[in-house]
């Protein structure tokens, strides 16, 4: 038991699994607590509505000065000048994707506010000052592997390996701030629909012998409440999946203590705390 706790089952880590090539740009696993953001009327800010963002908290926010022609000001050691951003109580920040084009000089009635923006190669993200009634926690979901039955589950199958182990692949409630789980993660996302990626993993593993192709172990009747030797549907324990409980926002949270928050992460310029890191790649 203990072993398959660690995640080792016979000798075998789940870490061993080969995972196809594709997983490397297709899978992602996110490491901090989204929000979805809806009901916004704020001029410029409508552009959040029904998009998510991930939760950065209310600490450590700076943002670049720039002088008159619109440049970044810069210390004599080459850094940014950084000027320290206030979040009211009732506001939240959150990194989004989405650029709202708001004017530097555009005054929010609501506490709305553009921080900075974090580059991190090719890639931007926005900061913004969000009222936390805006806010609603997304409940994510996560594609995962484990030697033994989940307990909470969306939905599953149970395949045969070629090894003579059993391998369980399922779609299970995700919390970011959960560690030392007897399960694997490969991906997650704010939806309970997985079936490009299982089929992905279906065709390598046959492919490349890891599981026995389940079209060819069909059986003719039912044997122990199987009709297919090589792969054995879960049943789920969890009820429908609803992306957020739009009844509570983050207004009536009395405290993000218990939520994962984008903490103290940044990029070159720092006007996040340090290095931008916007999730963890190691599935």
Same mark, same amino acid.
């Given at each position: 038991?203990?072993?398959?706790?660690?995640?080792?089952?016979?000798?075998?880590?789940?870490? =061993?699994?080969?995972?196809?090539?594709?997983?490397?740009?297709?899978?992602?696993?996110?490491?901090?607590?989204?929000? /979805?953001?809806?009901? /916004?009327?704020?001029?410029?800010?409508?552009?959040?509505? #029904?998009?998510? *963002?991930?939760?950065?908290?209310?600490?450590?926010?700076?943002?670049?000065?720039?002088?008159?022609?619109?440049?970044?000001?810069?210390?004599?050691?080459?850094? !940014?000048?950084?000027?320290?951003?206030?979040?009211?109580? =009732?506001?939240? *920040?959150?990194?989004? $994707?989405?650029?709202?084009?708001? $004017? @530097?000089?555009?005054?929010?009635?609501?506490?709305?506010?553009?921080?900075?923006? %974090?580059?991190?190669?090719?890639?931007?993200?926005?900061? !913004?000052?969000?009222?936390?009634?805006?806010?609603?926690?997304?409940?994510?979901?996560? &594609?995962?592997?484990? +030697?033994?039955?989940?307990?909470?589950?969306?939905?599953?199958?149970?395949?045969?390996?070629?090894?003579?182990?059993?391998?369980?692949?399922?779609?299970?409630?995700?919390? $970011?701030?959960?560690?030392?789980? *007897?399960?694997?993660?490969?991906?997650?996302?704010?939806?309970? #629909?997985?079936?490009?990626?299982?089929?992905? &993993?279906?065709?390598? +593993?046959? @492919?490349?012998? %890891?599981?026995?192709?389940? =079209?060819?172990?069909?059986?003719?009747?039912?044997?122990?409440?199987?009709?297919?030797?090589?792969?054995?549907?879960?049943?789920?324990?969890?009820?429908?999946?609803? %992306?957020?409980?739009?009844?509570?926002?983050?207004?009536?949270?009395?405290? &993000?203590? #218990?939520?994962?928050?984008? =903490?103290?992460?940044?990029?070159?310029?720092?006007?996040?705390?340090? #290095?931008?890191?916007?999730?963890?790649?190691? %599935?």
């Amino acid at each position: 038991m203990m072993q398959i706790l660690k995640g080792y089952h016979r000798g075998y880590n789940l870490t =061993d699994i080969p995972l196809p090539p594709e997983a490397k740009d297709r899978f992602f696993v996110e490491s901090h607590q989204k929000v /979805i953001l809806r009901g /916004i009327t704020e001029e410029y800010y409508t552009k959040l509505n #029904d998009t998510d *963002a991930l939760l950065r908290g209310t600490d450590s926010l700076y943002r670049r000065e720039f002088d008159y022609k619109g440049e970044f000001i810069k210390n004599k050691d080459g850094s !940014y000048k950084l000027k320290e951003v206030t979040c009211p109580a =009732d506001c939240v *920040a959150v990194v989004s $994707p989405i650029s709202i084009g708001v $004017p @530097n000089n555009f005054k929010s009635k609501e506490g709305f506010a553009y921080v900075d923006m %974090i580059t991190k190669g090719n890639q931007h993200r926005f900061v !913004y000052l969000v009222p936390k009634k805006y806010c609603y926690k997304a409940q994510q979901t996560a &594609l995962v592997l484990s +030697w033994s039955k989940i307990r909470r589950l969306y939905s599953g199958v149970l395949l045969s390996m070629q090894n003579g182990c059993y391998l369980y692949v399922s779609i299970i409630p995700y919390k $970011p701030s959960k560690r030392n789980v *007897a399960y694997r993660v490969l991906h997650t996302k704010t939806d309970t #629909d997985y079936t490009e990626e299982l089929n992905l &993993l279906r065709q390598y +593993w046959v @492919n490349n012998n %890891i599981i026995f192709n389940p =079209d060819h172990c069909a059986l003719s009747e039912y044997i122990r409440g199987r009709d297919n030797m090589a792969c054995l549907s879960l049943d789920a324990t969890e009820d429908m999946y609803d %992306i957020y409980n739009n009844e509570r926002s983050l207004a009536g949270v009395e405290t &993000l203590d #218990d939520i994962e928050i984008f =903490d103290n992460e940044g990029q070159e310029y720092n006007p996040l705390g340090s #290095d931008y890191e916007e999730c963890d790649r190691d %599935i």
